[in-house]
């Protein structure tokens, strides 16, 4: 730190992303990326014209995007916000609505984004326990009187709650922004992004990081009443016009112009999420049950940590935090079947390893 950072600033802790190696070949499965490339039509948009015409500023407000996602969720442009990420998307929920008198619930086991960004513009936290097993307990959130931010399916959990319930949280807040964080919502769950037309103070949270495998091109959005997006709209002009780059806008229309070929790849996570938790069934892993593409498992025999060293030792990256709530577990992102063969596989040479035959 220098003498020249803002006391306000003082006591940040940066959010720590996943390993994102550039050296070692792993198989990775520790930042919950699609293991499938974009569509063919991606690389087709990408292509010398397009590049040709990166001297010109992207369209600040990405009108042929958001005219194409509008479509897409029967939705109109004044509903959507397009974000560099849908980290963006929270960066400016929390900068336009919360403050020191509008303090931010969300569960105490979650995106750990969340808490940056409340410490970021000194907004109170209030993390809220998750109940047995991790469930979200819908009552904990209800007529709260502060803003609140959940993730559906929780993240590293995978755990859902229902459309249902999210109204019940959303309808008896009226005075405080809502965002539903559906970063993971397009491998089994149920969106609520129809509830937007009847709850102005309702974000939902989308990306094209996962299911739409563009983490590396950087998109997401929201969707919510026109006067909420509008006020997320001024946040992003008054920091940035151009959050969106050209070739990402690109690539954005021609995705959701192959939605089948994404919502095939989905159905092979789902099936190679269920294909997982058996094979670790069978190896004494006790595994929450997930609507994303990724499980968060543990191991009644070796604790978290030795599995994520001994796994990365031998070539594959998983995700775990040392927070002593979640230290037995490990978060695993589902990739292609070769994947998490090998992923299997290393597992059940650790157990052999620590004395227990698989
Ligand atoms: N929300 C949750 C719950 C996430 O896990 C992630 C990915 N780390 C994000 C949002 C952000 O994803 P992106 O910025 O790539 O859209």
């Avoid at 499965?29 to 699609?34: G, H, R, V």
């Avoid at 974009?38 to 087709?44: G, I, K, Q, R």
């Amino acid at each position: 730190m220098s003498k020249f950072l803002s006391s306000r600033f003082a006591g940040l802790e940066a959010y720590v992303p996943g390993e994102q190696p550039q050296d070692q070949q792993y198989v990775k499965l520790n930042t919950n990326e699609s293991p499938f490339p974009p569509s063919p039509a991606v690389f087709a948009a990408i292509n010398e014209a397009e590049v040709g015409r990166l001297n010109l500023y992207p369209d600040p407000e990405g009108k042929a995007l958001k005219q194409r996602l509008a479509a897409f969720y029967d939705v109109k442009p004044e509903n959507l916000f397009l974000a560099n990420g849908s980290d963006e998307l929270l960066n400016f929920f929390f900068m336009a609505f919360c403050d020191k008198d509008r303090p931010v619930a969300f569960p105490a086991v979650s995106y750990g984004f969340y808490p940056v960004y409340a410490s970021l513009y000194g907004v109170p936290a209030c993390p809220i326990p998750l109940r047995e097993n991790f469930r979200l307990e819908p009552r904990d959130y209800m007529g709260i009187g502060k803003n609140i931010v959940i993730a559906n399916p929780n993240a590293p959990t995978g755990r859902t709650i229902t459309v249902a319930e999210i109204e019940d949280i959303v309808r008896t807040n009226p005075d405080n922004a809502v965002l539903i964080d559906e970063a993971y919502i397009d491998f089994g769950g149920d969106s609520c992004l129809e509830l937007v037309h009847q709850y102005d103070n309702l974000v939902v949270g989308q990306t094209f990081s996962k299911f739409r495998s563009l983490a590396g091109g950087r998109l997401g959005y929201g969707v919510g009443s026109p006067g909420i997006i509008a006020d997320l709209e001024l946040m992003k002009f008054s920091t940035n016009s151009y959050n969106i780059n050209r070739l990402t806008m690109a690539a954005g229309i021609a995705t959701l112009d192959s939605h089948e070929y994404y919502l095939n790849n989905s159905r092979t996570v789902q099936d190679n999420r269920a294909y997982t938790v058996s094979e670790l069934d069978k190896l004494g892993f006790e595994t929450l049950p997930s609507k994303a593409n990724f499980i968060f498992t543990r191991c009644k025999a070796v604790d978290g940590d030795t599995i994520y060293r001994k796994l990365k030792e031998k070539g594959v990256l998983v995700r775990h935090w040392n927070k002593p709530e979640i230290a037995d577990w490990c978060r695993v992102t589902i990739g292609s079947r070769a994947q998490m063969d090998v992923f299997l596989e290393k597992v059940r040479e650790i157990l052999k390893e620590a004395g227990q035959d698989a």
